[in-house]
């Protein structure tokens, strides 16, 4: 049996198999056009060129686990 699974219905582990199956493709499909791919390693934000070569182009915050599901806004 087949299981629909979109962006608001599924398991949160059906939708994040989807979300990385499009970004691996997306991912292959840059590096075959000779594009470079940015990326986050740690806190650091990477470019990674056709070549092989990576630049650190800017930091980023470590993650936030988000132990509440209400997050106010300010």
Excluded at 51 to 66: A, F, L, N, R, S
């Amino acid at each position: 049996m087949r299981i629909r699974v979109t962006e608001t219905k599924g398991t949160q582990a059906q939708r994040q198999a989807i979300y990385s199956a499009c970004g691996e493709l997306a991912i292959r499909r840059a590096r075959k056009l000779g594009l470079p791919v940015t990326f986050v390693r740690g806190t650091d934000i990477v470019k990674e060129f056709a070549d092989g070569t990576e630049e650190v182009i800017g930091h980023t915050e470590p993650d936030v686990k988000v132990v509440k599901r209400i997050i106010k806004l300010k």
